[in-house]
């Protein structure tokens, strides 16, 4: 799978890239991952890309003419390629969305800076818009490398045990139950006894009762969407 970043600031994105298991992914040819800088299309004398709002406000806003050409070129190299716009303007990103994206043969995320896009560039080449939360960020870097995180582990061969992906939180209803490792006492601090039994399904039981506990806890307006739909 492919992944574009649309930025200005593609040095803040490379990094990610660079340890774990997404460089295992790229070296091993389950991702690809490319940059392209908006700035490089401007035809100001001085590269610039931001101009003042129309109709007055603070702040300046990401001009049409260098996203455009940016954009178009994209779309005529790649013109099966999926654009999503970062915003908080927008709706939420959530786990269904990742699995789908997945299935996309390549993807690009165009990350808005200054007070935002030019809203005729996103008419114009959106295909999907989205935001990670209700927040205001710098920019729309960090939200596009939660989107492509999220988005590549759900990629056939990016994880190493994709049995694991079937327990995650928010792939039921429920969080994800707690987890322990070794050693079984640490500091007074005792793993759950159940668990060092070997019984499978009375462990199965135990993160059943953990997982509802949890979801009741911090989300308990997902059991009560829950309860609704059943």
Do not use: W
């Amino acid at each position: 799978m492919r992944f574009t970043f649309v930025t200005l600031f593609p040095q803040l994105i490379e990094g990610y890239f660079e340890d774990s298991i997404l460089k295992r992914a790229i070296a091993n040819d389950y991702l690809s991952v490319d940059y392209l800088d908006p700035r490089e299309f401007s035809t100001n004398r001085h590269n610039k890309v931001d101009d003042s709002p129309a109709g007055g406000g603070a702040g300046m806003v990401m001009t049409p003419q260098p996203l455009y050409d940016c954009l178009t070129q994209l779309r005529v190299a790649s013109p099966d390629v999926h654009i999503i716009f970062l915003t908080p303007v927008a709706k939420s990103f959530v786990q269904n969305d990742a699995k789908r994206l997945a299935k996309k043969e390549h993807v690009a995320f165009v990350s808005g800076r200054y007070e935002g896009i030019d809203e005729r560039i996103i008419e114009t080449f959106a295909d999907e818009v989205y935001s990670i939360g209700d927040y205001i960020l710098t920019g729309g870097e960090l939200p596009s490398l939660v989107m492509c995180d999220a988005i590549s582990r759900m990629v056939d061969g990016v994880l190493g045990n994709s049995d694991s992906l079937e327990t995650e939180s928010y792939e039921t209803f429920l969080l994800e139950a707690p987890s322990f490792s070794k050693p079984a006492n640490y500091k007074d601090m005792c793993i759950p006894s159940e668990f060092l039994k070997g019984n499978h399904s009375k462990i199965c039981e135990l993160k059943l009762d953990l997982s509802q506990s949890k979801t009741k806890y911090f989300r308990p307006d997902d059991l009560k969407r829950h309860k609704l739909r059943t």
